[in-house]
């Protein structure tokens, strides 16, 4: 399925006002992952399940939105070729226009056929058939009459494409897809069928009926966990397919859940219960599994087993879950499954997630009071990836602090957002280089196993991370404030100037093997080269110049590549006196025109150390690129994110 969809309300979303996208006027965009988050009686339930009703109904339209967008540019380019003038906007008769298209289609969804058939009507043309004062008499008229057999092929050309698009829009309805909603009422449990002595079968499942009662779900919409011995026998006792389907289940759940020992889940026919066995225990009734194992397994059976596209609308999946495997959880969904899912939480540990995938989205719910109107308020679903209003919102204080059993002490953010990816290629490199590794390493919880603190540079120095006795405590003495007692097993990873602070000896004393410095002066110097090369062309000014002004960005060519070498990654310098220099050697190579005498040269970095200016921007281009291009980890890199995973090991196993 398409990583991001965009629905189009077809009607007044009455129930709900948004100035993101729930109306006619802007579509509401939904990704693989959706995150609803919003205070106790916000109408976050309310506004998933009508959700689900509005997309069921088939009372929104669903379109990928960037083929269909990237073809209207195809068609602009068309008419702007050939148009007088190349003045597009001076044409009486716009259908073409993009804007205009969008607009068309949201009122009846038929722009497309619109212009496929009036590009169809002028295949055999005459000039005579043809409207003044139309958009295709502006065009064909000013065409000179050897280039007409041209223009007739990209007509046919532009028309074909269009009938294609539109089967294939047509072909991404919502009809064909499946709808489940999991409430907080679920339970792996059902009732024996011995004591009942009813023919309904809903009897046997009392929350799935107090759920269908409520809320007026259709039977199969509806998730309690409690048919999951059913299926778990119907599915064993079934075709191979599904029998393998089973096994494969179990072997993810092993790896994401239960630290790659062997499982077995097993349906008791005798007693109408479920068994599991965990690696060599004994066997034991599912009821005595942890609260939250029985709900990862309820929370992803049915995903795992449904193979047809499905959305999943999920009422608070952290019920009963160690924060880690909250995290955890939403990996095993939007990794092992190709559905969209749409969740309410409280949960504040699914937001790190926000920066970390862009699968992911984050929507809050409010309400709010109608103007001039007493007592009355309106229920606004706003996008806000980036608030941080919404930890308020979701009673996070700083006593929410969560100690994981150890931790990776970086510098700050932008450190944190490039480990966050660089473990993560780590790990899919192991997995075709060293698997069993990779069996050992993957199976740790970002939250759980390990946590980031960020000590902001400098600040490292005052920090203490060798407590003997309780006596050595004193805050009042002029010495670093007492690490160990405030978070777990410490790594720290430091830039290469820490060798000339004044405290250096002192840290690499108390923290042994402890602490590992960068190979070059900082984090940035161990990202791979292909994507700051990419960074550099977006960053530097065509003419290298200071007040470059909004002059264009140098193009890229692959004859410039002799210009960056490897050298930044031991460098004592920053990136960005890295690119400075390769600056420099565009100039020598007369890429770049050389500095007349009244000019000054663009600059990349920040101060005489080198680092690259707007730091954070720069990290966040960085990080985009991670999770939309092909790059592999430079040998720093790698041996970063070894050193990590031993410290992790070492404090777990």
């Not at 089973?246 to 068994?275: G, M």
Request: one cysteine or more; aromatic letters at 12%; proline letters at 3%.
């Amino acid at each position: 399925m398409e990583e991001t969809i965009e629905l189009w309300f077809k009607e007044g979303y009455t129930d709900f006002d948004s100035r993101e996208g729930l109306n006619r006027d802007r579509p509401f965009e939904l990704k693989r992952l959706n995150v609803i988050v919003g205070a106790n009686n916000s109408g976050k339930s309310r506004f998933i399940r009508e959700l689900m009703f509005k997309i069921k109904i088939n009372s929104v339209e669903f379109k990928p939105p960037q083929v269909y967008t990237d073809y209207i540019s195809i068609i602009n380019k068309f008419i702007v070729a050939y148009s007088p003038n190349h003045q597009l906007e001076t044409l009486n008769h716009s259908l073409y226009n993009s804007e205009d298209i969008l607009s068309n289609w949201r009122s009846n969804g038929s722009s497309l056929v619109d212009i496929r058939k009036r590009l169809e009507s002028h295949l055999n043309y005459s000039t005579s058939s043809i409207k003044h004062g139309t958009l295709e008499y502006e065009i064909i008229s000013k065409i000179p009459s050897h280039k007409i057999g041209k223009v007739i092929d990209e007509i046919k050309h532009l028309a074909n494409g269009l009938l294609k698009l539109e089967n294939a829009t047509n072909s991404l309805t919502l009809n064909n897809s499946n709808f489940y909603y999991i409430d907080t009422l679920r339970s792996l449990r059902k009732l024996p069928r011995k004591t009942i002595s009813t023919e309904d079968e809903l009897e046997f499942y009392p929350l799935l009926f107090r759920t269908l009662t409520d809320h007026g779900f259709e039977q199969t919409e509806v998730i309690s966990g409690e048919d999951f011995f059913d299926l778990l026998t119907d599915s064993l006792l079934g075709r191979p397919d599904e029998r393998t389907r089973i096994h494969h289940y179990q072997e993810k759940l092993s790896h994401y859940f239960f630290n790659n020992e062997t499982i077995t889940i097993i349906p008791h026919l005798k007693n109408d219960t479920i068994e599991i066995k965990i690696g060599n225990e004994e066997q034991f009734a599912i009821s005595q599994l942890g609260d939250g194992l029985q709900q990862v397994i309820i929370l992803t059976y049915k995903a795992f087993l449904t193979t047809e596209p499905s959305f999943f609308f999920i009422e608070e999946p952290e019920m009963h879950l160690h924060a880690g495997y909250v995290k955890q959880l939403m990996k095993f969904l939007l990794n092992e499954t190709d559905h969209y899912y749409v969740a309410t939480t409280h949960s504040n540990y699914l937001l790190d997630m926000i920066n970390e995938d862009k699968r992911i989205a984050l929507y809050r719910v409010d309400k709010e009071k109608i103007d001039d109107e007493e007592n009355k308020y309106e229920t606004v679903v706003k996008r806000c990836d980036g608030d941080r209003t919404i930890l308020q919102t979701l009673g996070v204080s700083p006593s929410s602090v969560f100690l994981a059993n150890c931790t990776i002490w970086i510098e700050g953010i932008t450190d944190r957002l490039y480990f966050v990816q660089y473990l993560k290629k780590y790990l899919e490199e192991l997995k075709t280089t060293d698997e069993e590794k990779w069996q050992d390493y993957s199976r740790y919880i970002d939250g759980y196993h390990y946590a980031f603190v960020e000590y902001q540079g400098s600040n490292l120095e005052h920090w203490d991370f060798e407590v003997d006795s309780l006596e050595d405590v004193d805050s009042s003495k002029n010495k670093g404030l007492n690490a160990v007692l405030i978070t777990s097993n410490a790594l720290v990873i430091a830039d290469s100037d820490l060798t000339k602070k004044p405290r250096f000896n002192e840290l690499e004393q108390q923290l042994g093997d402890k602490i590992v410095i960068t190979k070059g002066k900082e984090t940035e110097n161990s990202l791979p080269r292909n994507l700051l090369i990419k960074k550099f062309f977006e960053m530097c000014p065509n003419n290298g110049l200071a007040n470059q002004g909004g002059r264009k960005k140098l193009e890229y060519s692959y004859d410039y590549e002799n210009c960056f070498t490897d050298s930044y990654q031991t460098s004592p310098k920053g990136i960005g006196k890295y690119f400075d220099r390769v600056l420099e050697k565009m100039r020598k190579n007369e890429i770049i025109p050389e500095l007349a005498a009244n000019e000054k040269s663009f600059t990349f970095s920040d101060g005489g150390q080198g680092t690259i200016k707007s730091k954070t921007g720069f990290c966040r281009d960085i990080v985009e690129s991670m999770q939309t291009e092909d790059w592999k980890l430079t040998d720093s890199a790698i041996e970063l994110c070894e050193a990590i995973f031993q410290h992790i090991k070492r404090n777990n196993d």
